[in-house]
């Protein structure tokens, strides 16, 4: 087994203080990777994408900047002593222990805090969940330290130090200063460390358990809560270190310290069982972050925001789900009565995600265009729309993800586009049940929902398709197999009979013997094999002229019946193709029905057009007033070019019975 300890001595502080922006890795932006894989669509894009990204970033830094020289030095006092410093008071000279009034002789600007065991519970369950990304299996033991079963974890995050690294960064994103330790044991990564927190600062990662005893020794024994506790005692008789009460006799070491001692040093070596319970995300996700001071820009809420998305995305991954959409909550510093208290923006996109880099870009392109009513002092994260996920499969060659592939890019694409945009300008071309070539199509807003259904059937259908032409190709294989059989048994049975007859013949021949001793039953099963060999014979020796007779029929229909659906009663009907549409439609629609000036009752335009398909009668819209009732046609022009040309039926009071219109071109 492989254990991560993660203490974070500084929580006490940094629970209490107001958060800094100082830690956030890479300005708090999207990761490069992933804006080049989204803006890569079009060159267009990508280039807007870049040129937002660069003049955000370096608003963004620059707020950030402002913040970060406002943050004066913190400290933790307790009963006016005090118990933690953070870099900034421990370079002006303020230690632990220091009286708090000699500390502000130091540092006038010290700002002192005091505990709040509360906050200290929600900051330490905030990097429980954040963590949850890595495993579920987190224990939270004592002196603010995280234990991780990481056993399981290694060859999916590509082995150890990957994996540290990784925690490294998302601990560096929670903006808590934390210390890792390694062993094959939890009390052992407990042991290292806390070593390296309070004790020599030295990194300690032991994975071969032939190792660990070697490493443990050498550690004091104080650092160890069960040795703690007779710390006088093991020093009176000169036991300093793990190694040397280790070494005591067993016996004694019980009659003197307690059993507990025997079995806690026992579990740390690991030459006994160490149970533990493990931490259990909450049903509901919801968080929330105090500000270090008051935020006028949106774009320097993108490090609040990152923090709340680390722990959504360890939340996510702990319950194996997908977030399609979330609401930020801004609590303002309201300047008048009555001034708003809060404001809330919705973020969502169309299909379930969990991406740490695909949720921060949403929530960017949210705050660009959000303009602040007063400036935020707290913010507020809820997951709103949660549904199950299964993490895409990684391929091989991931440029050749094929046309599922570039279907989800393309999707994610438009998600930035309304997050950018807005809901209203990004629309969508949607098909609705008319006749009317006018009114057959329409534009609607970009629905999500509607979007991610769509795609869910797409794969469901894909998925049935595929399991059909196994199916297919399963009944095939035994289909050819029996008719191989078949073939056998009918060469086999032609040897000896030459039609179904003969084989009953052979049958009522058989040895009076044998039909005594045979049952009813087989004796039945043997007829009615016989017959499947007489059929099947039947079926070999059916002519080829026959069936090539029954296909020219079969095609002489379809093209009698084509012919009366395309043709003209008086013309040629060779201009339409032969495997055309029952009712082909052009590729271009006219914007509005041009009016054509007919001659000799043909119309007109360019040149008189000659009749060659129709008609096609079309009467719709009665139901909302904009009524049609027209009779298309195909039509030919001297330049060889198809039009698609209506008349009328009925009269109207603005134009004049048979006027001719042009409403399309065939391209």
Wanted: glycine share 6%.
């Amino acid at each position: 087994m492989v254990w991560i300890a993660v203490t974070l001595p500084m929580l006490p502080l940094e629970a209490v203080r107001p958060p800094s922006p100082e830690r956030e890795p890479a300005q708090m932006g999207v990761s490069a990777a992933s804006m080049t894989s989204t803006a890569s669509m079009t060159s267009t894009a990508a280039a807007t994408s870049t040129a937002s990204t660069a003049s955000t970033a370096l608003a963004t830094s620059t707020a950030l900047t402002a913040l970060t020289a406002l943050a004066p030095p913190y400290a933790l006092v307790a009963h006016a002593r005090i118990v933690l410093v953070d870099p900034r008071a421990q370079a002006l000279g303020v230690r632990v222990g220091f009286a708090r009034s000699h500390a502000l002789a130091l540092a006038p600007q010290l700002e002192c805090l005091l505990p709040e065991p509360e906050r200290e519970s929600r900051a330490f369950e905030a990097v429980a969940l954040a963590l949850c990304a890595f495993t579920p299996q987190i224990v939270l033991a004592d002196s603010h330290t995280l234990l991780l079963d990481v056993t399981g974890s290694l060859r999916l995050f590509g082995g150890l130090r990957a994996l540290l690294r990784q925690i490294g960064v998302t601990l560096d994103g929670t903006g808590h200063h934390a210390v890792l330790g390694c062993a094959p044991t939890p009390w052992a990564a407990w042991l290292f460390a806390r070593a390296a927190a309070v004790w020599d600062g030295r990194r300690r990662r032991v994975v071969r358990a032939t190792r660990l005893a070697a490493a443990l020794d050498a550690l004091p024994a104080t650092l160890l809560p069960a040795a703690a506790l007779h710390g006088e005692g093991l020093a009176q008789i000169g036991c300093e270190t793990l190694g040397s009460v280790r070494r005591l006799p067993r016996a004694g070491l019980a009659r003197r310290f307690g059993v507990g001692l025997l079995s806690t040093l026992a579990q740390t070596y690991g030459e006994a069982p160490d149970p533990r319970d493990y931490f259990m995300p909450p049903p509901v996700f919801e968080a929330k972050l105090e500000l270090m001071a008051r935020v006028e820009q949106a774009e320097a809420l993108l490090f609040a925001v990152r923090r709340l998305l680390l722990q959504l995305v360890g939340w996510l991954t702990a319950r194996h789900a997908g977030v399609s959409q979330f609401t930020l909550t801004l609590v303002h510093e309201t300047a008048r009565h009555g001034d708003p208290r809060s404001s809330a923006l919705t973020v969502s996109w169309s299909t379930p995600a969990r991406a740490l880099d695909h949720l921060l870009l949403m929530s960017r392109e949210k705050l660009l265009r959000t303009e602040l009513i007063a400036p935020v002092i707290e913010v507020h994260l809820s997951a709103d729309q949660v549904s199950e996920y299964a993490a895409p499969t990684e391929t091989l060659f991931p440029l050749a993800a094929g046309p599922d592939g570039e279907r989800e890019a393309m999707v994610r694409l438009v998600e930035r586009l309304v997050a950018r945009l807005g809901v209203d300008k990004v629309r969508e071309v949607a098909a609705r049940a008319d006749h009317r070539p006018e009114a057959v199509v329409s534009t609607a807003p970009y629905q999500f929902g509607k979007r991610a259904a769509g795609l869910a059937a797409q794969r469901a259908s894909k998925a049935r398709q595929e399991a059909s032409a196994n199916r297919a190709s399963a009944s095939a294989s035994t289909s050819a197999s029996a008719s191989a059989s078949a073939s056998a048994s009918a060469s086999a049975s032609a040897s000896t009979s030459t039609s179904t007859s003969k084989q009953r013949a052979l049958i009522a021949q058989a040895p009076a013997s044998r039909q005594d001793t045979e049952s009813p039953q087989a004796l039945a099963s043997r007829q009615k094999a016989a017959t499947r060999q007489a059929s099947a014979m039947r079926l070999g020796t059916e002519s080829k002229q026959a069936l090539a007779a029954r296909q020219a029929t079969a095609s002489s229909s379809s093209s009698s019946v084509r012919k009366r659906l395309n043709g003209r009663l008086d013309g040629p009907g060779n201009l339409v193709p032969s495997l055309a549409p029952v009712a082909p439609r052009p590729v271009w629609l006219m914007p509005v029905p041009l009016r054509l000036t007919a001659r000799h009752g043909l119309p007109y335009y360019r040149s008189t057009l000659q009749i060659v398909s129709g008609p096609e009668c079309i009467e719709a819209g009665w139901w909302d007033g904009q009524g049609a009732t027209r009779d298309y046609f195909i039509a030919s022009g001297d330049d060889a070019a198809l039009y698609w040309v209506y008349r009328e039926r009925s009269s109207a009071d603005e134009q004049p019975a048979g006027a001719w219109f042009l409403h399309g071109l065939f391209g």
